[in-house]
């Protein structure tokens, strides 16, 4: 592959917001969004676990996972902050 492919295809990579490095697009901030989001999901979990809830069960599943399908961090945050607000409003 020459040098003007490569560019070529890095240009098209990072315009549909892509890319070709090793670490898959990931960062220090996203990772540490992942990590906070996640945390408070798993304790969401516990807690619907210990006390036969499946609302805060759910939610906290949920809150577990979608930081891995979601590559903004903002993104990450928004999201978070939303489920984050259901889980408190949405009480039995």
Known sequence: MDLDTAAQ??????????????????NWP????????????FVAFIYG???????PLGIGVVLMAYPYFIPSTLGI???GIGLCAVLYFWRD
């Open 30 to 41: 996203s990772i540490i969004a992942n990590v906070i989001v996640s945390s408070i999901g």
């Open 77 to 79: 945050y928004a999201i």
């Open 49 to 55: 676990k210990k006390n036969k809830s499946l609302k």
């Open 9 to 26: 295809m890095n240009q098209v990579l990072n315009a549909m917001g892509m890319t070709n490095s090793m670490s898959g697009g990931l």
